[in-house]
């Protein structure tokens, strides 16, 4: 099998054999390049030890990144490459790095400790490509499989066990049965793992192409990084009875663009469900809201995508009318964006009930329509799109200060319920009328 090798990867690798050291792409990169994916990136391993390296290419700038774990990156066109010396790793106390590692001179020794076996690959042009654990073999079947005692892999290093669900969801495979078992086993050891690595993780999974899958497979990995899922899933390990309401948000999930902010939106829009037994929506929206607000907190995520999700799950169940004046007011309290995206979770959420309500879908429809409507005929439904501002009324006698903004949005509201039209003179006139100015 034949690898295409970007040039600059083999420039480092034929350096190194020049200096007699053995020399290979491995992992990711090697997986990546036999599915038909472009590498993000390209990792080197090799015999050399760290000061090795750094004297081969001591005509350029390396980074001594890991040292302690034998990585040096070397720096070409300001490109980074890391290149780390074989070794296979000692004990692992933290469940996650190991105390230490020793440097080996054997590549298959190496290849031994990494994770799965798809990424336990390694590809030299001379040797071709290297394969010690039937890489090729999980690759062909789409499996995911750990390299050696999937118990020993998930122990030493726990983010293995979101990797695994991971790989399986963007890649579209299967988990192997002891590797399956052995991530429900140690699933209690993801508590040892930083929340940031959890959620880096989180987000690729739930954007993969086998999200649904994964999601309904091992609800129990679910339920252990997000506790508050636990109601939804109502999980029964005996007879794998899963909750109607965790098969709809698994449903909807499948049904909604792959962004992150909208997948965890379906994931979380639910949360609070099973615990609230009145028919009062509007208060399970704003409980489900502020538990998702929390959740997303405590995962460490950024500010942006934690108010859009809060904001999403809290109109999910709301009714939107399709007129003019109705849109153009959810459009003034919550933006373009954040609307637009609300039709989409909205149409989600219908699509993934058990029975199809068709009428909310032509509501639906037809709001779009009006809004598609608004958009092009650039109607005003923002101060932004006022046709008049401060300096305006600053220019016929409002005092400077807070009666400019009371001002403004009182003729906004005149506009968005069309009373007056958005037109300069008309505002300024309808401004002298109500409040006396000159």
């Known amino acids: 099998m034949k690898i295409n090798i970007p040039k600059k990867v083999l420039f480092i690798i034929n350096t190194l054999e020049k200096e007699a050291y053995e020399a290979y792409a491995v992992g990711g990169c090697v997986r990546d390049a036999i599915i038909g994916d472009t590498p993000k990136d390209w990792d080197i391993c090799t015999s050399a030890l760290p000061g090795q390296v750094k004297k081969c290419f001591k005509k350029y700038h390396v980074i001594e990144t890991g040292l302690k774990h034998g990585t040096v990156t070397l720096m070409i066109n300001r490109k980074p490459y890391e290149i780390t010396t074989f070794r296979v790793d000692g004990d692992y106390s933290n469940n996650r790095h190991p105390d230490k590692v020793n440097f080996v001179r054997e590549l298959k020794d190496d290849l031994s400790r990494r994770d799965f076996t798809i990424n336990s690959m390694a590809y030299n042009p001379t040797v071709g490509l290297v394969d010690y654990f039937n890489g090729i073999s999980d690759i062909n079947n789409r499996i995911i499989r750990c390299v050696g005692d999937a118990n020993k892999r998930f122990q030493e290093d726990a983010l293995r066990i979101m990797r695994a669900i991971r790989f399986a969801s963007v890649l579209g495979f299967d988990i192997e049965t002891e590797t399956s078992n052995a991530i429900d086993e140690n699933k209690k050891l993801l508590q040892n793992i930083a929340v940031e690595r959890i959620s880096v993780e989180l987000n690729k999974l739930i954007t993969g192409v086998n999200a649904g899958e994964i999601l309904l497979s ?51 829009h639910d949360i609070t469900k099973p615990a609230n037994n009145s028919n009062d929506n509007k208060k399970y929206q704003q409980e489900s809201s502020e538990a998702a607000r929390k959740a997303l907190k405590r995962l460490k995520y950024d500010n942006k995508t934690i108010k859009m999700v809060k904001s999403l799950i809290l109109y999910h169940d709301e009714n939107i009318q399709p007129d003019f004046i109705h849109v153009k007011r959810w459009l003034f309290n919550i933006g373009e964006e954040t609307f637009r995206k609300l039709l989409i979770v909205k149409r989600a959420d219908i699509t993934a009930q058990a029975e199809i309500n068709n009428k909310e879908l032509e509501n639906l429809d037809a709001v779009s329509l009006v809004l598609a409507k608004i958009v092009e005929q650039n109607q005003c439904y923002s101060l932004n799109t006022l046709a008049i501002n401060g300096k305006d009324l600053m220019d016929i006698g409002v005092p400077k200060g807070e009666e400019i903004g009371e001002i403004l949005n009182q003729l906004l509201d005149l506009v968005i319920n069309e009373k007056i039209k958005n037109d300069k003179q008309q505002l300024l006139k309808e401004a002298t009328k109500l409040y006396g100015v000159i």
Request: charged share 20%.
């Open 218 to 268: 091992f609800p129990s990995i679910f339920e252990e990084i997000l506790p508050e899922l636990k109601p939804m899933i109502e999980f029964n390990k005996n007879n794998l009875n899963i909750s109607n309401t965790w098969k709809h948000t698994v449903k909807s999930i499948q049904n909604i663009p792959a962004k992150i902010d909208l997948r965890l939106t379906m994931l979380l």
